[in-house]
């Protein structure tokens, strides 16, 4: 993992490298049918669940906003903790959703499937 | 809600791939919603709960509101006009408006794919040179004894595969259920499916191609490298462990999900479990079933095979079908700029697609049918709101294990079905390419009409 501490002129920040895990979720499939237009779906999928351990280092709380970015593009999230035994370190995940398409490359090494998993994205929280 | 209520027996869900067709709708007739689903798994719920009538156009071009036949027009003369239209989609819908579907990609000389290529695609292609040890779901709750899945999390996305499927039900040579079962989750991650598993394995984070060669070899009698664990996360003797297991069981299958297809290796992870199923057989029976998404995404493959000879990724640009994944999928054809209009069915890209495909999809017209309004309908040159599959439609769908399944609707939609709107397009598309094919010195009525005769 690469780590940057820096300053703005808010205080210290920190970037780091996370290998981001898109994927399905139980509350995405039910707020999917509300609507994907919906503020209950938008919520869902703006969720970025984290290792509790990564997050603390960060020093992140739930909630608090990060901008996630790559070579593709970038989105801003929030961040919630999961158990260090249930995420590994240096990995977080995503309910599947617009936020995280804006990350996914469209290269598809000739098989038609971009890589949709395993993206290696900045993580940076947002100063407010 | 009304006294009104009908009871709709064995109706089925088509949310998931699970193809549930045991539920009991209770549907109040005067509201026209359906207001308790037994037996339905949380995705089912919300799927029978949400879906009630919208006041909303039923066609509208340009976000203003227009007849459904002005809309079929400007449809037909959009995809016609197009020197590149792809269709794409479709596994949200019945067979019977897939096969509308192929029919207009081929009038129009297009690019047809479905919402496979960026799901189990790269499975797709490793069928192809690795072959399927396969079976129902049926086999599998009467006899498999050794359960694996690997890279899916079916407690959230598959609710009922569990309970109706693969772990608890009792089955013919199974009575006990799960007792009679081994489960193994093999996941980077711990998920809401971890507890059901007897056996938890968590390897590295891109190392599954890795696990399953070295479980391939440990089958064949080799010995591993000392350092496996270094590589791949998992101790050898759990490796042995299963090997084992899976020599000896009398029915194993593996179950296998996007954390495969949608990961580095995609078609080669797929590939690896497809061999390590194949040399299981060896052995003892063992059978691999990709565990699909969208309700009728199997019954996409199998329209777009009958009707190509290619399950996805298929171009008519030159009055064949062609099968070329990395050029036909949908994708590439829309982030390497090559289509130039879209019919997009019952499927969200503008929602889920790589940003370059999206800007690209953003800026040719597009045709969209779907349900409810979405990223790709809200923008779409004409939008079609079309009634529910399974809900307010009949018609046929594929379970994941190619099992088709007859739908029972639960109350009518003044919408109309995909299937009807399509063949509506169709009959002008093929008017459309008969008139432009004279006009371009094509001689002989019945000769232009043969050339435009559906598949």
Same mark, same amino acid.
């Given at each position: 993992?690469?780590?940057?501490?820096?300053?703005?002129?808010?205080?210290?920040?920190?970037?780091?490298?996370?290998?981001?895990?898109?994927?399905?979720?139980?509350?995405?499939?039910?707020?999917?049918?509300?609507?994907?237009?919906?503020?209950?779906?938008?919520?869902?999928?703006?969720? #970025?669940?984290?290792?509790?351990?990564?997050?603390?280092?960060? &020093?992140?709380?739930?909630?608090?906003?990060?901008?996630?970015?790559?070579?593709?593009?970038?989105?801003?999230?929030?961040?919630?903790?999961?158990?260090?035994?249930?995420?590994? *370190?240096?990995?977080?995940?995503?309910?599947?959703? @617009?936020?995280?398409?804006?990350?996914?490359?469209?290269?598809?090494?000739?098989?038609?499937?971009?890589?949709?998993?395993?993206?290696?994205?900045?993580?940076?929280?947002?100063?407010? | 809600?009304?006294?009104?209520?009908?009871?709709?027996?064995?109706?089925?869900?088509?949310?998931?791939?699970?193809?549930?067709?045991?539920?009991?709708?209770?549907?109040?007739?005067?509201?026209?919603?359906?207001?308790? =689903?037994?037996?339905?798994?949380?995705?089912?719920?919300?799927?029978?709960?949400?879906?009630?009538?919208?006041?909303?156009? /039923?066609?509208?071009?340009?976000?203003?509101?227009?007849?459904?036949?002005?809309?079929?027009?400007?449809? *037909?003369?959009?995809?016609?006009?197009?020197?590149?239209?792809?269709?794409?989609?479709?596994?949200?819908?019945?067979?019977? /408006?897939?096969?509308?579907?192929?029919?207009?990609?081929?009038?129009?000389?297009?690019?047809?794919?479905?919402?496979?290529?960026?799901?189990?695609?790269?499975?797709?292609? *490793?069928?192809?040179?690795?072959?399927?040890?396969?079976?129902?779901?049926?086999?599998? &709750?009467?006899?498999?004894? $050794?359960?694996?899945?690997?890279?899916?999390?079916?407690?959230?996305?598959?609710?009922?595969?569990?309970?109706?499927? /693969?772990?608890?039900?009792?089955?013919?040579?199974?009575?006990?259920?799960?007792?009679?079962?081994?489960?193994?989750?093999?996941?980077?991650?711990?998920?809401?499916?971890?507890?059901?598993?007897?056996?938890?394995?968590?390897?590295?984070?891109?190392?599954?191609?890795?696990?399953?060669?070295? $479980?391939?070899?440990?089958?064949?009698?080799?010995?591993?490298?000392?350092?496996?664990?270094?590589?791949?996360?998992? @101790?050898?003797?759990?490796?042995?462990?299963? =090997?084992?297991?899976?020599?000896?069981?009398?029915?194993?299958?593996?179950?296998?999900?996007?954390?495969?297809?949608?990961?580095?290796?995609?078609? !080669?992870?797929?590939? =690896?479990?497809? +061999?390590?199923?194949?040399?299981?057989?060896?052995?003892?029976?063992?059978? =691999?079933?990709?565990?699909?998404?969208?309700?009728?995404?199997?019954?996409?493959?199998?329209?777009?095979?009958?009707?190509?000879?290619?399950? !996805?990724?298929?171009?008519?640009?030159?009055?064949?079908?062609?099968?070329?994944?990395?050029?036909?999928?949908?994708?590439?054809?829309?982030?390497?700029?090559?289509?130039?209009?879209? #019919?997009?069915?019952?499927?969200?890209?503008?929602?889920?697609?790589? &940003? &370059?495909?999206?800007?690209?999809?953003?800026?040719?017209?597009?045709?969209?049918?779907?349900?409810?309004?979405?990223?790709?309908?809200?923008?779409?040159?004409?939008?079609?709101?079309?009634?529910?599959?399974?809900?307010?439609?009949?018609?046929?769908?594929?379970?994941?294990?190619?099992?088709?399944?007859?739908?029972?609707? +639960?109350?009518?939609?003044?919408?109309?079905?995909?299937?009807?709107?399509?063949?509506?397009?169709?009959?002008?598309?093929?008017?459309?390419?008969?008139?432009?094919?004279?006009?371009?010195?094509?001689?002989?009525?019945?000769?232009?009409?043969? *050339?435009?005769?559906?598949?």
């Amino acid at each position: 993992m690469i780590i940057i501490n820096g300053d703005s002129k808010q205080g210290k920040f920190v970037v780091e490298n996370l290998i981001l895990i898109p994927g399905r979720s139980s509350k995405q499939g039910t707020t999917l049918n509300q609507g994907k237009l919906k503020d209950a779906y938008k919520e869902v999928t703006t969720t #970025l669940e984290m290792n509790q351990d990564d997050m603390d280092r960060m &020093k992140l709380v739930d909630g608090d906003e990060v901008r996630l970015k790559n070579e593709t593009g970038e989105t801003k999230v929030r961040c919630l903790g999961k158990k260090p035994e249930d995420l590994p *370190a240096g990995t977080a995940f995503i309910p599947y959703g @617009p936020p995280s398409s804006e990350l996914m490359a469209s290269d598809t090494a000739g098989c038609g499937m971009p890589l949709s998993k395993h993206m290696i994205v900045e993580i940076e929280k947002i100063l407010s | 809600m009304s006294e009104n209520i009908k009871i709709i027996k064995d109706a089925t869900c088509t949310f998931c791939g699970c193809v549930c067709d045991d539920m009991e709708l209770h549907v109040d007739v005067e509201e026209k919603r359906i207001v308790k =689903a037994k037996k339905a798994c949380v995705l089912g719920k919300a799927w029978f709960l949400e879906h009630t009538i919208e006041d909303a156009p /039923a066609a509208m071009i340009d976000g203003k509101e227009v007849s459904i036949e002005e809309a079929i027009e400007e449809a *037909a003369q959009t995809l016609v006009k197009a020197k590149f239209p792809i269709t794409y989609g479709l596994s949200d819908t019945t067979s019977e /408006a897939q096969r509308e579907a192929v029919a207009i990609t081929d009038y129009i000389k297009g690019n047809i794919d479905t919402t496979t290529s960026v799901c189990h695609g790269p499975s797709g292609l *490793a069928f192809q040179g690795i072959g399927e040890s396969t079976s129902t779901l049926g086999e599998v &709750k009467n006899r498999a004894d $050794l359960v694996i899945y690997w890279g899916g999390n079916p407690a959230e996305s598959h609710p009922r595969h569990f309970g109706r499927y /693969a772990v608890t039900p009792k089955g013919m040579f199974t009575p006990g259920g799960k007792k009679d079962r081994t489960i193994v989750l093999v996941d980077v991650r711990k998920t809401k499916s971890s507890p059901v598993a007897d056996i938890l394995i968590k390897p590295k984070l891109g190392k599954d191609f890795e696990v399953l060669w070295a $479980l391939r070899a440990l089958v064949k009698g080799k010995k591993l490298a000392d350092n496996i664990e270094e590589i791949t996360g998992v @101790p050898l003797e759990t490796l042995e462990d299963l =090997a084992e297991r899976m020599k000896n069981c009398k029915f194993g299958v593996l179950f296998f999900g996007m954390g495969l297809t949608m990961t580095r290796g995609r078609h !080669f992870n797929s590939g =690896a479990l497809l +061999a390590l199923a194949t040399d299981l057989n060896e052995f003892t029976h063992f059978v =691999a079933k990709p565990v699909r998404g969208h309700g009728n995404v199997t019954g996409a493959d199998n329209v777009v095979s009958w009707q190509t000879g290619y399950p !996805f990724g298929v171009n008519f640009s030159r009055g064949y079908p062609r099968f070329n994944p990395g050029e036909f999928t949908t994708v590439d054809t829309l982030a390497n700029g090559h289509a130039d209009a879209a #019919l997009i069915v019952a499927s969200d890209p503008a929602s889920n697609f790589p &940003k &370059k495909a999206i800007d690209h999809l953003k800026s040719i017209p597009v045709v969209a049918l779907d349900t409810k309004r979405t990223e790709t309908t809200k923008d779409a040159h004409v939008a079609f709101k079309t009634s529910t599959y399974g809900i307010n439609t009949t018609g046929t769908v594929y379970r994941m294990d190619d099992v088709p399944i007859t739908l029972r609707p +639960a109350f009518e939609s003044p919408f109309p079905d995909d299937e009807s709107i399509l063949t509506g397009i169709k009959k002008r598309v093929q008017e459309l390419m008969i008139a432009k094919h004279q006009a371009t010195g094509a001689s002989g009525e019945a000769k232009v009409a043969a *050339a435009f005769t559906p598949l």
